[in-house]
């Protein structure tokens, strides 16, 4: 084994932003529910592992998109809820917009011969 | 900005409630784990297999966390925090490296700082003038003549001073010294200059008290005003507010003092007295070549540009001026280039010279670390498996270095402050801008980035190999001393660094020692030693031409009546005195047209009393200067060999032939025949490295206008002990005749020396240093590197090595490295040594026998080094070798 050097890059991380923003707009969730709810609703195209869900987990509460607060999940044990603020709405509407623009610039680029 | 204040809340949370954000992030992932199993387990795993397959797939908490906190605010803080905590540890763990990195790198930083104070106050803080690099200096040079910088005559001066558009002031001046009396205090002689009125506008600089000089006040010879430096106004005024208006005696003149300069302002030189220049433009010869000059370019106006409208204008002069200005032509430097120039090459050569001991040091330092990190590899394995990613580690051993160097900063800078001293009391007097010497932002500033820089230099290299480091196979060892490829090759190549870079200076330090060895072996064509030296300017009314040499012939009675004194003698001009007067006066030997093409230049020194006797200057033929030489008697002259060689053949044909002394100015030459009576032996007269100067003496009772001798008493005995024996017996001849400038031949000749001493000394410590430190480090690498290979040197001795094949094994491995860098350092010393070939004398930059012999020592400092180790490879138990692993 050698040590890792790796990380999810600037584009990915901004990708895994959009979609935790986006798992989270119909309601708090707790950590590996978030990963659970991206599975589900990219049908299963994304998997988010814990090692790049947490800490994008932790920058976006840092930078004030999520706030935190501990709750009981539905089997009745303490877990730490997600859940979006109004910067971190503004953010869903933002990155949605600047995903469209550029998803669309990609596809009519890729139709041209 | 809600996102930057979120940011700061963040980051004061983590820095300063970090046990609540971690307590946090570990119940966090807890619960995630717990999750992952209930997942697991309603999938119908057993509940084994579901906290088994939970961990797999959440990966190493640690890890996890570690990835964490890296997202997290503030880590980069943190972590520095945490790594400077650790390395102040890991300092005190090991506290003999810790002593031996520190006391290395303080005193390579130290001797660095202290360089680059003088470099710092000598060639880059800017004069204390403002727009300082738009000040010039004037000077003439004549190619032909071989003469590369010389002073100007003020009537050509003043043809170029009408270039408005180019200037927007000049002033000329003269540099000399006045007698200074006030309120019958003890006259003393204090530093004066001459100056035309426009010279406090060109330095842009105000009277504190006062004003400057007006116009009119320029008007010949004698001056009415003056005004006075700030120190002379404290020390001698006791800074008296009402000064202005006070009548003082300079020179034996009554003047009123005008103004009172700033603190600090001193130009040139050392000027306590300014006077009006006294320049009478109707008597001034065009030849008068005496003049200094300086001019504050216009906006716009760039050197370049006012150099070529000015030699134009010179090229114009010299067709009009045939007979003074032959071959003259004018050339401009900024003020700042002129006052540092002789100083500057040396300054240069000593910081690279100081800068390649820094890095030898660090070479030697890195060697260390290396050997460390070697150890530390177990340490560093189970942070990498706690989820430390390779920057990380990185980041952590360059934080362990460079805080290892800062602290060494702040040794050396602490040490810097004494050695500036030292370096200050050890230049020769004279050497310009040291007031200017002092710790100010640019030198904390390169104090803070060499140390810095030279913690990442040696840091770097172990630091890389640390973090390289394969992870499962060092924690296998066990800490098993495996020595890996690439760490043995970083170490081979430190060490053929440090002896091309040891060579490398080596060389520039021995080039310069042979230099000085050279001067030392200049024939000065007279003895200095046991000889005292010192300077009267006979001023006052009571003073005229018969008397100046009456005075200096009683003077001479009286010292000779004193014990232990042999000879006593002077002169208008003495050998190598870098301050005194050089006499250049022309002569024509008779049959000659009296024309300016024929003039031959030569040294002119008046002379009175036994002057050759005192320097026991040989006289090869006639006879020396006698009482009947007098102002009534037939006008003689005695010349030097080379003249005599040159222009009649042999000493002794030329006695008896005559010649004429052409001035060095027209209307100062005098219009008789002097008889050739003695030819003396050749002296060095303006510097050691001169050479074939043409000497001229004449009696001071037929050439009685210089009422200012430098005498030379030879001595039985210290002459310095006779200082004061001489001024009490100028006292007793006239009290009110200061005696100055003391000091004994020795010093007069070691001075002529310049910066050159001091360099070569500074040079051949760094180079001592250098090669100290090379020894170290090879021994260092060497000795490791035995350590390592124990193992093998055991298996080689039990397989039958003889201790004569382990002793050439070690040996052979150390010594070809040592010569892959010998001959790398020659390579670059023969590129780097033409940079000083300036400062060189009688010797090439790339003379063959100081490399030879600098090679011959590396060489063998280094077999010592690698035998020492290599020995007690040889004296190893194999038993014992064997058993160590």
């Known amino acids: ?113 | 900005m809600p996102s930057f204040v979120n940011r700061i809340r963040a980051l004061c949370r983590n820095l300063f409630r970090r046990r609540a954000v971690e307590q946090e992030l570990s119940a966090e992932l807890a619960q995630a784990f717990e999750f992952l199993v209930e997942t697991k387990i309603r999938d119908g795993k057993s509940t084994s297999q579901a906290r088994r397959l939970a961990a797999i797939e959440l990966g190493g908490v640690e890890q996890l966390k570690e990835e964490i906190r890296e997202f997290k605010a503030g880590y980069n803080l943190e972590a520095l925090f945490r790594d400077v905590r650790f390395g102040l540890r890991m300092m005190l763990k090991t506290p003999g490296f810790t002593i031996v990195t520190i006391a290395t790198l303080g005193l390579s930083i130290g001797a660095n700082t202290a360089i680059f104070s003088l470099v710092n106050g000598v060639l880059l803080r800017p004069l204390p003038f403002p727009d300082a690099q738009r000040i010039i200096y004037i000077e003439g040079k004549n190619t032909a003549a071989g003469i590369s910088e010389s002073n100007i005559s003020f009537l050509d001066f003043t043809d170029w001073s009408q270039q408005t558009d180019l200037f927007a002031s000049t002033a000329a001046y003269w540099t000399g010294s006045g007698q200074f009396g006030a309120d019958g205090a003890e006259p003393e002689r204090v530093p004066r200059a001459g100056v035309t009125t426009g010279f406090f506008s060109v330095l842009e600089v105000e009277p504190l008290l006062g004003r400057a000089f007006r116009p009119e006040e320029d008007h010949g010879y004698p001056q009415t005003v003056a005004i006075v430096s700030h120190g002379l106004w404290k020390r001698r005024f006791g800074s008296d507010p009402n000064i202005i208006g006070r009548q003082v005696q300079i020179s034996g003149s009554s003047m009123t003092i005008v103004g009172v300069m700033p603190p600090g302002f001193e130009y040139p030189e050392q000027t306590q007295i300014w006077v009006p220049s006294a320049v009478n433009l109707t008597q001034e010869p065009r030849d008068n070549r005496v003049w200094s000059a300086i001019s504050r370019l216009n906006g716009g106006i760039d050197l370049k540009q006012a150099q070529t409208r000015l030699s134009a204008i010179n090229a114009q002069l010299e067709k009009q001026f045939h007979e003074t200005n032959k071959g003259w032509d004018v050339f401009l430097s900024t003020l700042h280039e002129r006052v540092v120039r002789e100083v500057k090459p040396s300054l240069l050569a000593l910081l690279g010279a100081v800068g390649f001991v820094l890095l030898i040091a660090c070479v030697n330092v890195a060697n260390l670390l290396l050997a460390r990190s070697a150890a530390r590899q177990k340490e560093i394995a189970i942070r990498a498996a706690m989820g430390a990613s390779r920057t990380r580690v990185l980041r952590q051993m360059l934080t362990e270095s460079v805080l290892l160097s800062v602290i060494g900063g702040v040794a050396g800078l602490v040490l810097s402050l004494w050695l500036t001293n030292v370096l200050m009391s050890m230049l020769p007097e004279g050497a310009p801008r040291l007031e200017q010497v002092r710790i100010d932002y640019r030198v904390l500033a390169f104090t803070l980035g060499v140390s810095a820089l030279t913690g990442i230099l040696f840091g770097i290299v172990p630091a890389l190999q640390a973090s390289k480091l394969d992870v499962t196979s060092a924690l296998k060892e066990g800490g098993r001393s495996g020595e890996g490829h690439r760490r043995t090759s970083a170490r081979s190549l430190l060490l053929i660094s440090e002896v091309a870079l040891s060579l490398i200076l080596l060389v520039g330090a021995g080039l310069l020692i042979k230099s000085f060895l050279r001067l030392q072996e200049v024939r000065l064509g007279f003895n200095a030693h046991n000889i005292l030296t010192a300077h009267i300017n006979l001023q006052g009314p009571k003073y005229n031409p018969p008397q100046f040499v009456e005075f200096y012939r009683q003077l001479k009675e009286r010292l000779e009546a004193e014990p232990g004194v042999q000879a006593v003698g002077g002169s208008v001009n003495l050998p190598l005195e870098v301050s005194g007067y050089a006499v250049g006066r022309g002569f024509i030997p008779e049959g000659r047209p009296r024309t300016v093409d024929e003039s031959k230049d030569a040294m002119f020194s008046t002379i009175t009393g036994d002057y050759f006797r005192a320097l026991q200057i040989p006289l090869l033929s006639g006879r020396m200067f006698e009482a009947r030489d007098n102002a009534d008697g037939p006008k003689v002259a005695i010349i030097n060999e080379i003249t005599a060689k040159r222009y009649f053949g042999s000493p002794a044909s030329a006695i008896g032939k005559r010649l004429s002394i052409w001035a060095a100015f027209r209307g100062h030459d005098e219009n008789f025949m002097r008889e050739i009576v003695g030819v003396v032996g050749d002296t060095k007269m303006g510097s050691l490295t001169g050479e074939g100067e043409m000497q001229i003496y004449v009696p001071h009772a037929q050439d009685s206008q210089w009422n200012f001798m430098g005498l030379l008493i030879r001595i039985a005995g210290d002459p310095a002990a006779f200082a004061a024996t001489l001024r009490r017996e100028v006292q007793a001849l006239d009290k009110d005749q200061p005696v100055y400038n003391v000091r004994t031949m020795d010093d007069v000749v070691l001075n002529s020396l310049g910066t050159r001493r001091v360099s070569t000394q500074l040079f051949a410590v760094f180079g001592c240093a250098a090669l100290l430190l090379a020894a170290v480090g090879i021994y260092g690498v060497m000795a490791y590197s035995v350590t390592q290979r124990t193992h093998e040197i055991g298996i080689r001795m039990a397989l039958g090595a003889q201790k004569s094949d382990i002793l050439r094994l070690v040996v052979r491995q150390g010594m070809t490295l040592a010569l892959i860098g010998v001959i790398a350092g020659l390579a670059g010393a023969f590129a780097l040594t033409r940079v000083i070939a300036n400062l060189l004398f009688g010797v090439g930059a790339s003379d063959p026998l100081t490399f030879i012999a600098i090679s011959l020592l590396l060489i063998f400092v280094s077999l010592i080094a690698c035998y020492l180790p290599a020995r007690r490879a040889a004296r190893l138990n194999p038993t014992v070798a064997l058993a160590e692993n």
Do not use: C
């Open chain 1, 1 to 113: 084994m050698t040590i890792r050097r790796n990380r999810p890059t600037e584009l990915l991380q901004g990708t895994l932003d959009l979609l935790i923003l986006k798992a989270l707009a119909h309601g708090a969730l707790h950590g590996l529910a978030i990963a659970h709810r991206i599975e589900q609703i990219t049908n299963g195209a994304f998997e988010v592992k814990p090692g790049s869900l947490f800490p994008a987990l932790h920058g976006m509460e840092e930078a004030g998109w999520l706030v935190a607060s501990w709750g009981e999940s539905r089997n009745g044990r303490k877990a730490k809820f997600y859940r979006l603020t109004k910067a971190g709405l503004r953010q869903l509407e933002k990155e949605t917009s600047d995903w469209r623009r550029v998803s669309s610039a990609i596809a009519a680029a890729l139709r041209t011969a």
